[in-house]
């Protein structure tokens, strides 16, 4: 039986998603609590693979179970068996044809900067940080240019392994609370660092180094080179992929997220 996942995380206390030498990822802390019901190995994909430092709202995993256990088992059970930091939201059976990656028809993302003079303490690992006063009305300027279908390789990594660096960017939103900015990003899939180096594309624009106009720019150039630095991991939430309502699966919420920012 195929059985699909909701999991969310802390990025802070793991070395990104994906299973490597050494161990300390998402992956592998949850394969091991996984074999720990089922009592024999059980490999797992996901719907997007999390760099170290970044967390998940609700990162969605499939696997093909080995033994028959109540789903009861697959959260509850494995959250007895995961480290702090990750937890099963919710365990649901899906079809074969159903893959946590290639069945997503969207990704979305969020980014939680601090802006103001002193670094966070109590959120320090959680949120991004910049110190000078940004501009919001530019930064919405400039994140609005990048909607639609765009070459975006001025802001793919050099190590992306994507395909193609043309994507549909069907939200790119700029908020702010007092010292709190919010950034929301939804496209069909995103480039390696690409949600990251938009960020700091957007910072630099906020505090005055380019006007909102230089997003058209580089959108045109295509050279990474040419954009601004890759912001830090610390604030960005992988919020879950979409898929068609076919699958019957539930949407990512966050209580504290999601239930406090609209």
């Not at 990656?101 to 979305?108: D, K, L, M, W, Y």
């Not at 997003?215 to 080179?225: C, E």
Request: aromatic share 12%; with cysteine; glycine share 8%.
């Amino acid at each position: 039986m195929r059985i699909a996942l909701g999991v969310e995380y802390f990025g802070h206390h793991f070395r990104g998603w994906q299973s490597q030498a050494g161990g300390g990822t998402v992956q592998d802390a949850l394969e091991s609590a996984l074999a720990a019901i089922a009592g024999q190995p059980v490999g797992t994909l996901c719907a997007g693979r999390t760099d170290a430092g970044v967390h998940a709202i609700q990162q969605v995993v499939h696997f093909d179970a080995p033994v028959e256990r109540p789903l009861t088992a697959w959260v509850r059970g494995v959250n007895s068996n995961l480290p702090n930091g990750v937890a099963i939201r919710w365990a649901q059976p899906v079809t074969e044809e159903f893959h946590a990656r290639f069945s997503a028809i969207g990704r979305r993302y969020r980014y939680l900067l601090l802006n103001r003079p002193q670094r966070p303490g109590l959120w320090q690992g959680r949120m991004g940080w910049h110190h000078l006063p940004l501009d919001v009305a530019a930064m919405q300027d400039a994140a609005a240019r990048l909607l639609g279908e765009h070459d975006f390789s001025a802001f793919r990594a050099a190590e992306c392994q994507a395909k193609s660096p043309v994507k549909l960017m069907t939200e790119a939103r700029v908020r702010h609370f007092d010292s709190l900015f919010v950034f929301d990003f939804a496209a069909s899939a995103f480039l390696h660092h690409m949600v990251r180096n938009l960020v700091g594309t957007l910072v630099y624009i906020g505090k005055g180094a380019h006007a909102p106009d230089w997003v058209d720019a580089l959108l045109q150039m295509r050279d990474r080179r040419l954009a601004a630095p890759t912001f830090a991991p610390d604030g960005l939430y992988f919020r879950g992929p979409v898929y068609e309502p076919y699958w019957q699966l539930p949407e990512p919420m966050d209580e504290f997220l999601d239930g406090v920012l609209p």
